[in-house]
Each structure stands twice: as structure tokens, then as C-alpha cells.
């Protein structure tokens, strides 16, 4: 879609600066492409090349502790898992009890306008009664609260682009604001947060960024949940990228296929080495590590020669994230699943942390950009904001599934440590210490240091004499290493590596204890 020409984009950016954004964009024009039938999905004719030129974003700086007092969490009073992700989700990030709305519908994942209305009263009136309305960001859904919204007006069949369906949450975006005017209208609307490159607020935007806690159980939304625990998440160097063209969709939509080929060339000018950008027919299966990825998914002419439903059984970083060119991939979280198009909720099960879907046909142009989806993420933004700079429409059929404020950090980290541990052998007076790395970037090498006492005492940990071990630069392969020495007296010692770059940087790892004995054996 022509959502503005290369040659007035900055223009348009230097009005929209301190300006009511809502307005502006309300005026843009917003063409009804003509669309192609694949069988399965509709594509717009139009190949969504004429975009804003990309430019990337500045980074994002992180504060150190992430606050969730801004994040409003709405749950189905109707439903026992609604409650049990509720409450662990408001307990696991110290959300205020005011930001909790407790809803009173039915316990569905489709619902009418009608019930949708309703709903959409009870989380408004919560907001205005209790002043939520400007310090409010973000809105969280939770399992059990309805997915999506039939309209049934006019022979509806939530396939085309005029048609008045939509997610509940992508709905729920629009609320007490200009844009709430649209919402259960026919067609979708260009987000005023789509491309920019700036942090969200409510404000700034005239929105909400919605993101939902669903999966098939509670147990898979939990671990979903504390994949983010830590927050921002730091990313080993051996964190992998998978996208996975289909060729054969170059005949109908290149720019999707091309969109993977420009995200993979911003990460690796962001030091990211291990991508797999697969312009083959194989469809990518067992892949590990994995922070990113982009597939056709059942849409991949090629997938069922390689596994059932597009399931890639890959194992999955803390952070990582998804979107897959399937039409309604988010339709439903019920298990056992009802298939045909593969189902983002398999991601889930396998252990990622965010992913993007579809409750109806939502047509090519609504996917996630995956270059500025990628582009943002690992900038800093957080998941939400990532999502959904990267993302064209609101009022539409777009979920967006994890916390909004998972968050990776922007370095990658030097070392990826695969342990680090200590022993004093048998009948001897010396200490062992033993670690190793499964990669390493720009790594110097380890200075061991130690201090008398337990860990967590005052004492200040220093470099033992003479214990510098050289590290191996950049590589991929794992190392080993090892370092021994034979402390003055019985005593109890905490050690730590001091791991020092090419450049000088400085890290250091979490200490170990150990009992030394002079000429025996380890205390118990």
C-alpha cells in the first residue's frame, strides 16, 4: 500500500513533530488494492514496495529497571485460567493492583459486536473512573478474555478489506481517543505509529499498544511469561536468525521474500553472524538458539515434505521472537487444535516469547515488516513497539502475543559461557578452576580473581598473581580452560572471571565459592 511517497516522508515526519497526529494521518488516503487468489490466502496485487525509504532507527536506551506502571492488564472475571495468567503476570512484574480490570464476558474466543461493545464499556469506564486514560500505554489481554470479533452485517465473511471484523485486541488499540470513531467500521486504518522510530506513549499517538498472554495452556503462557523475567535479555553471540523464503511466492509477492533478505543484512552490519536466510525450496526445520524468525509457514509450498502443520521444532532464546506470512495464524489457542492454516500457538508451545498472528484473512500488506521489525528489536525497543512500528493497520486483524515490554539488550554479550566451575582434588593443596565458553567475540581473555570469605561478603575480589589466561578473538567453536594455584591458608574463597575485549571492555562473571582445605580435602 502507498502509505506515503519517499519524497514526502520527511516532510510528513517534520509535521507530525509536536503535532496531533491523529488528525494527520486520518487524512491520508488509504487505497483499496485489488487483490489475487492463491487458494488459500488473498495477496494484494500491489507489491508493497512503495514505502517510506528505511532508514534505521536510533537506538533505544534502556533504563536499567523496566517499569510496568504504565501497562494495564484486562481479565475475565468468567474465566479461571483469564485469572491464574492475570495474576501471574501482575505478580511476576510488580504491576499495580489499580491496573488490574476484571471483565464480566463470555468465556469465548469469538464474540459478536455486540458483546464486544459491552466489554469495550467495562475496560473504558474502569480507565476513566479511576484516571488510567493518559497514564496508561500499553493493554495486556489474557487467555480466556474473547480473540476476535464476527461481524455478521451485510453478508460479512471477515475476507476482504472492507470488511468490519477485527481482533479484540487490534479494536481495543482505538479506545477514549479521535480514532475510537472507527472502531466496528468497515475496513482497516493506517497506524500512526507504523514505520516511526521513536518510544511509544499514549499521548505521542492518540493509541494503545494491545498485546495478549494466550497458548494453549497456562503452563506454556507462565513459561512464556519468565522467557522475559529478565528484562532487557542479554543475547549470546551464537543467537540465531532463521528466514526462510519460499520462491515460489516471488511470482506474487516478492517484497515479502525481500523484506527477510534486507533484515538479515541489517543484523549482520549489527555484528549478528549466525543468520540463515534460506532462498531454497527446504523448509527450515530443528533449528537452535534461535532469537528470530520469519516463514511462510503452512503458506510454504514445500513445508509438508518436511514436517507436519509448518511446526519447525526449533528450540528457542529467551526473547525471540516470530511473524509467519499465514493469513489466520492466531485464529484460535484452543488445544487440542483444529488445523489447516499452521497455528502461531505451536510457536508457543515450543518456548518463544513473542509472535505475531492473525484472527481473520488479513491480506499480504498487513504482515509485519521484517526488516523493521528486526531493525527496532535489537535497537532496544521493546517487543510491542517493534511489532507494531512494523506493522500498517489498526481496527483490523493483527494480535500481537507476549509481554509488550520484553526487551533484548543492544550489545551482544562477548562471551557465552557455558560454565564456570571450581574443585580442590583429592589429597592435594591446590585449587582447580575450570570454565568454558560455547563462543566468544573480540574476547582479550580472563583475568581469575578472588577474595577470603563467602559470596556476597565486603571483601573485594583481585587478581590472583600471574592468572591471566589468554582468550581465541572471535570464534565459534567451543573453548576450554583451566587455571590452578594453591591458596596460603584453609579458608573459604569466592572466585570470579574478569573478562576483559580487544577494546578493553570489561565483564565479569557471576562468582562461585569454595572450602579449601591446606593439604585435605574439601569441607562439606
Not at 127 to 149: H, R
Not at 291 to 314: C, E, F, K, M, R
Request: proline share 5%; net charge negative.
Amino acid at each position: 500500500e502507498k502509505l506515503i511517497g519517499n519524497a514526502v516522508f520527511g516532510f510528513f515526519q517534520n509535521i507530525f513533530k509536536g503535532k496531533d497526529t491523529n488528525q494527520i494521518v486520518k487524512t491520508l488516503p488509504e487505497n483499496i488494492m485489488p487483490q489475487y487468489s492463491t487458494g488459500n490466502d488473498f495477496v494484494d496485487i500491489a507489491d508493497n514496495e512503495d514505502k517510506p525509504q528505511f532508514v534505521s532507527a536510533p537506538i533505544k536506551m534502556s533504563p536499567e529497571t523496566i517499569n510496568y506502571d504504565d501497562v494495564l492488564v484486562i481479565v475475565n472475571s468468567n474465566s479461571q485460567v483469564s485469572q491464574q495468567v492475570g495474576a501471574y503476570f501482575v505478580n511476576a512484574r510488580s504491576i499495580p493492583s489499580q491496573n488490574v480490570v476484571y471483565i464480566n464476558t463470555p468465556e469465548l474466543e469469538e464474540i459478536s459486536p455486540l458483546e464486544f461493545t459491552n466489554l469495550r464499556t467495562q475496560v473504558e469506564n474502569y480507565m476513566t473512573s479511576n484516571n488510567l486514560i493518559d497514564s496508561i500505554n500499553y493493554i495486556v489481554t489474557t487467555k480466556g478474555v474473547p480473540l476476535k470479533i464476527r461481524a455478521t452485517a451485510n453478508g460479512d465473511t471477515c475476507f476482504s478489506t472492507s470488511s468490519a471484523c477485527a481482533s479484540v485486541d487490534s479494536e481495543l488499540m482505538l479506545i477514549l481517543g479521535t480514532y475510537s470513531a472507527y472502531i466496528g467500521q468497515a475496513g482497516r486504518i493506517t497506524s500512526p505509529y507504523y514505520y516511526w522510530s521513536t518510544p511509544f506513549s499514549h499521548t505521542a499517538y492518540g493509541i494503545y499498544l494491545v498485546t495478549r498472554l494466550d497458548g494453549y495452556n497456562f503452563e506454556q503462557i507462565r513459561a512464556m511469561i519468565d522467557k522475559s523475567s529478565i528484562n532487557p535479555i542479554p543475547i549470546q553471540q551464537s543467537a540465531k536468525f532463521v528466514f526462510d523464503q519460499d520462491p515460489d511466492w516471488n511470482r506474487v509477492v516478492p517484497s515479502l521474500n525481500n523484506y527477510m533478505v534486507t533484515a538479515s543484512n541489517i543484523l549482520r552490519g549489527r555484528g549478528y553472524i549466525n543468520i540463515l536466510l534460506d532462498t531454497s525450496s527446504v523448509y527450515q526445520t530443528y533449528q537452535n538458539d534461535v532469537l528470530g524468525y520469519v516463514s511462510w509457514g503452512s503458506n510454504d509450498h514445500y513445508q509438508h515434505l518436511y514436517t507436519q502443520n509448518a511446526i519447525p521444532h526449533n528450540t528457542w532464546m529467551p526473547g525471540a521472537i516470530a511473524e509467519t506470512y499465514v493469513s489466520t495464524s492466531g485464529r484460535s489457542f484452543i488445544s487440542p487444535p483444529s488445523y489447516g492454516q499452521s497455528l502461531i500457538a505451536d510457536l508457543i508451545a515450543e518456548g518463544i516469547t513473542g509472535v505475531k498472528g492473525y484472527v481473520y484473512e488479513p491480506f499480504s500488506s498487513s504482515m509485519a515488516i521484517a526488516y523493521v521489525l528486526f531493525d527496532r528489536y535489537t535497537l532496544g525497543y521493546n517487543l510491542a513497539e517493534s511489532f507494531y512500528m512494523a506493522s500498517r493497520y489498526i481496527s483490523w486483524m493483527d494480535i500481537v502475543i507476549g509481554d509488550p515490554k520484553t526487551t533484548i539488550s543492544n550489545e551482544i554479550l562477548p562471551i557465552e559461557l557455558a560454565y564456570f566451575r571450581g574443585s580442590q582434588p583429592r589429597n592435594t593443596n591446590i585449587v582447580r578452576l575450570e570454565w568454558g565458553t560455547i563462543s566468544e567475540t573480540n574476547n582479550y581473555g580472563f583475568y581469575v580473581q578472588a577474595h577470603t570469605g563467602t559470596i556476597g561478603s565486603t571483601n573485594r575480589f583481585s587478581d590472583i598473581p600471574g592468572a591471566f589466561i589468554p582468550g581465541h578473538g572471535t570464534t565459534n567453536i567451543p573453548q576450554y580452560y583451566s587455571f590452578e594455584y594453591t591458596p596460603q591458608q584453609t579458608g573459604t574463597y569466592s572466585y570470579r572471571l574478569k573478562q576483559v575485549d580487544l577494546d578493553g571492555t570489561v565483564d565479569y562473571t557471576d562468582p562461585i565459592q569454595i572450602n579449601f582445605n591446606h593439604k585435605g580435602r574439601i569441607a562439606d
